[in-house]
């Protein structure tokens, strides 16, 4: 088992970044998360909410890590429905999409079973 602080550490490091830059520094996020494969939009800010979101909950988790753990199991069925509906069709379609956040996606999702405390959160 992945020990939770671990995953919440991570979080906070790649999350953080990833919210922060998005939100205030959109067209940065554009470039470096999203490696140009989008163009800009103001859908990039909403992702980056979202990141925000997973960044404060992380460290909120770093004090409680069994109750946190909800939103490990809400990461590993967004990245793996990224994945699955719009990273693999573009791979296939040979069309651009962000490669390095696919393959930390793949990462996360292969290791997130691991870590969730699935007794905890259907116990």
Same mark, same amino acid.
């Given at each position: 088992? &992945?020990?939770?602080?671990? +995953? /919440? &550490?991570?979080?906070?490091? +790649?999350? #953080?970044?990833?919210? &922060?830059?998005?939100?205030?520094?959109?067209?940065?996020?554009? $470039?470096? =998360?999203?490696?140009?494969?989008?163009? /800009?939009?103001?859908? &990039?800010?909403? =992702? #980056?909410?979202?990141? @925000?979101?997973?960044?404060?909950?992380?460290?909120? #988790?770093?004090?409680?890590? $069994?109750?946190?753990?909800?939103?490990?199991?809400? $990461?590993?069925? /967004?990245?793996?429905?990224?994945?699955?509906?719009?990273?693999?069709?573009?791979?296939?379609?040979? @069309?651009?999409?962000?490669?390095?956040?696919?393959?930390? %996606?793949? +990462?996360? =999702?292969?290791?997130?079973? %691991?870590?969730?405390?699935?007794?905890?959160?259907?116990?």
């Amino acid at each position: 088992m &992945i020990p939770l602080k671990f +995953v /919440y &550490i991570a979080n906070i490091i +790649v999350a #953080g970044w990833v919210g &922060i830059s998005s939100l205030f520094l959109p067209k940065l996020a554009a $470039q470096s =998360v999203f490696s140009n494969a989008f163009a /800009y939009s103001e859908a &990039i800010r909403l =992702v #980056g909410s979202l990141w @925000t979101a997973i960044f404060l909950l992380s460290i909120l #988790g770093l004090f409680f890590p $069994q109750k946190m753990s909800l939103v490990l199991l809400i $990461q590993l069925i /967004y990245k793996f429905s990224w994945l699955l509906f719009a990273a693999l069709p573009a791979l296939l379609n040979n @069309t651009p999409y962000p490669r390095e956040m696919a393959g930390f %996606f793949l +990462v996360w =999702v292969l290791l997130l079973p %691991f870590a969730i405390p699935w007794k905890y959160l259907f116990g």
